[in-house]
T-cell receptor, first 110, second 114 residues
């Protein structure tokens, strides 16, 4: 069974204080690892897909990296509008389904 | 932009009622999904469909059924609502196997069963 573990559960940051979120995974034949952002009461918003170890993707203050066992989402110089829950999900090869982690809730204070 | 819409943002139903949740996507995606999201349990897949009239059970299909008569529309049916089905329901869609697999989510329906 696929397992996705995100840490920490919650992260409180000062504006400008960079940090990283971790997503550890166990999956038989990874096709892709996905990062989503979710604001309270809304659906998840797609951020990145990573397909192979060593791959990196960036969007504004966010940068996602992938190794064979985990992925990191780095938040550089965060702003209050980066406050959200960040979800990680994995997909097996030849499968439509995603398995999600429980998420990391990030709060950025001005 | 991909757009996934859900018929209601908030819904309150009584125990035993039949409940229909509708989802529509406008990107001609082959795959559509229904999840529920509960605090501490994350997103759990209920059912998915990879083509019109095709469906597969996800991780927690008990108490639910689905219908996909048209490519753009995927309905989730609670045959007899129970209080343990109070949850946030999220619909998603993704393009077929030859294209990217990213799932795009709707805004969610918060269902309360009393």
């Amino acid at each position: 069974e696929d397992q996705v573990t995100q840490s920490p559960e919650a992260l409180r940051l000062q504006e400008g204080e960079s940090s990283s979120l971790n997503c550890s995974y166990t999956v038989s034949g990874l096709r892709g690892l996905f990062w989503y952002r979710q604001d309270p009461g809304k659906g998840p918003e797609f951020l990145f897909t990573l397909y192979s170890a060593g791959e990196e993707k960036e969007k504004e203050r966010l940068k996602a990296t992938l190794t064979k066992k985990e992925s990191f989402l780095h938040i550089t110089a965060p702003k209050p509008e980066d406050s959200a829950t960040y979800l990680c999900a994995v997909q097996r090869s030849n499968d439509y389904k995603l398995s999600f982690g429980a998420g990391t809730t990030v709060t950025v204070r001005a | 932009d991909v757009k996934v819409t859900q018929s209601s943002r908030y819904l309150v139903k009584r125990t035993g009622e039949k409940v229909f949740l509708e989802c529509v996507q406008d990107m001609d995606h082959e795959n559509m999904f229904w999840y529920r999201q509960d605090p501490g349990l994350g997103l759990r897949l209920i059912y998915f469909s990879y083509d019109v009239k095709m469906k597969e059970k996800g991780d927690i299909p008990e108490g639910y059924s689905v219908s996909r008569e048209k490519k753009e529309r995927f309905s989730l049916i609670l045959e007899s609502a129970s209080t343990n089905q109070t949850s946030m329901y999220l619909c998603a869609s993704s393009a077929g196997p030859k294209l990217s697999y990213e799932q795009y989510f709707g805004p969610g329906t918060r269902l309360t069963v009393t």
